[in-house]
């Protein structure tokens, strides 16, 4: 009630009001409600090559998707999109099975707010969903539970590449907030460093500490960051100047690239 006289006196705009209404509801909520069923999933066996969970990653735009021995039930990892680059981009002779890192796992049971908050404090951003017999019942991602409180958000996502990563000057370039902190890291020659976050405008929001303003700037070395533009808690646009010029690269059409689109559990096209 008091939200709704809110939005009535103008103190809440209808957006905040729903995403207010969105964690309330979240309060009662199992992770069986909002989990990707298990015959939805995107997986791979993790005898496959490497090769094939890179072409599976792109194919979908998944940054992370799990890896099974035999069969689903048998979840022995998750893979991360950056992990598979790099090793293919190195010639690194790891097995899948080497290079996913260790699955969380959750009880459909449990509920959202409790995931999340473990999710967070384990520094994970996917848990594998497990029923009462212990099989695989799902997976869910902290994607999947924030839009359960701010509604769908696949669509602010669909952005061209085109219109990522913006060079201004030889000393300066705008970016998308969703541009991975690898890619910057590779791009600019930037050292970010830090698990928490896997996009730009993550790595800044953490360092901000605060809901952030367009204006606010930070420095990292030699570097000022400034934030251009914000939707709501979210940083959409980055400013990044140098002191010194940028090596600005040239693409090669024999490069691999995969998908900066952020995690969400792993669903097949369509």
């Given at each position: 009630?008091?939200?709704?006289?809110?939005?009535?006196?103008?103190?809440l705009e209808?957006e905040?009001?729903?995403?207010?209404?969105?964690?309330?509801?979240?309060?009662?909520?199992?992770v069986?409600?909002?989990?990707?069923p298990?015959?939805?999933l995107v997986?791979?066996e993790?005898?496959?090559?490497?090769?094939?969970?890179?072409?599976?990653?792109?194919?979908?735009?998944?940054?992370?998707?799990?890896?099974?021995?035999?069969n689903?039930?048998?979840?022995?990892g998750?893979?991360?999109?950056?992990?598979l680059?790099?090793?293919v981009?190195?010639?690194?002779?790891?097995?899948?099975?080497?290079?996913?890192?260790k699955p969380y796992?959750?009880?459909?049971?449990n509920?959202?707010?409790?995931?999340l908050?473990?999710l967070?404090?384990?520094?994970?951003h996917?848990?594998?969903?497990?029923?009462e017999?212990?099989?695989?019942a799902?997976?869910?991602?902290i994607?999947?539970?924030?839009?359960?409180?701010v509604?769908p958000?696949?669509?602010?996502y669909d952005?061209?590449?085109?219109?990522?990563i913006?060079?201004?000057?030889p000393?300066?370039?705008?970016?998308?907030?969703r541009?991975?902190?690898?890619d910057?890291?590779?791009?600019?020659?930037?050292?970010?460093?830090?698990?928490?976050?896997?996009?730009?405008?993550?790595y800044?929001?953490?360092?901000?500490?605060?809901?952030?303003k367009?204006?606010?700037?930070?420095?990292?070395?030699?570097?000022?960051?400034?934030?251009e533009?914000?939707q709501?808690t979210?940083?959409?646009?980055?400013?990044?100047?140098?002191?010194?010029?940028?090596?600005?690269?040239?693409t090669?059409?024999?490069e691999?690239t995969?998908?900066?689109?952020?995690?969400?559990?792993?669903?097949?096209?369509?």
């Open positions: 009630m008091l939200v709704s006289v809110g939005e009535e006196e103008g103190v209808e905040e009001r729903e995403m207010i209404h969105g964690i309330f509801e979240m309060g009662d909520m199992r069986r409600e909002v989990m990707v298990r015959t939805d997986a791979i993790v005898g496959q090559p490497v090769e094939k969970a890179v072409d599976l990653v792109t194919k979908h735009g998944h940054t992370r998707i799990p890896a099974y021995e035999g689903l039930d048998h979840i022995v998750v893979l991360y999109a950056k992990d680059l790099r090793a981009v190195r010639g690194d002779p790891k097995t899948l099975r080497e290079i996913a890192r796992f959750t009880p459909e049971s509920l959202v707010q409790d995931v908050r473990d967070r404090k384990n520094r994970v996917m848990a594998i969903v497990v029923d017999y212990g099989g695989t799902g997976a869910v991602t994607e999947d539970i924030l839009e359960e409180i509604g958000i696949q669509d602010e952005v061209g590449e085109e219109d990522e913006q060079f201004i000057s000393n300066e370039v705008v970016l998308d907030g541009v991975s902190v690898d910057v890291n590779e791009l600019l020659k930037l050292d970010i460093q830090g698990e928490d976050y896997d996009t730009i405008g993550g800044v929001l953490n360092q901000l500490g605060a809901a952030p367009v204006g606010a700037t930070l420095t990292l070395g030699s570097s000022e960051l400034r934030v533009a914000v709501g979210r940083i959409k646009k980055v400013r990044i100047r140098s002191r010194e010029a940028f090596q600005i690269p040239q090669s059409p024999e691999p995969l998908s900066t689109t952020p995690e969400r559990a792993s669903r097949p096209d369509g």
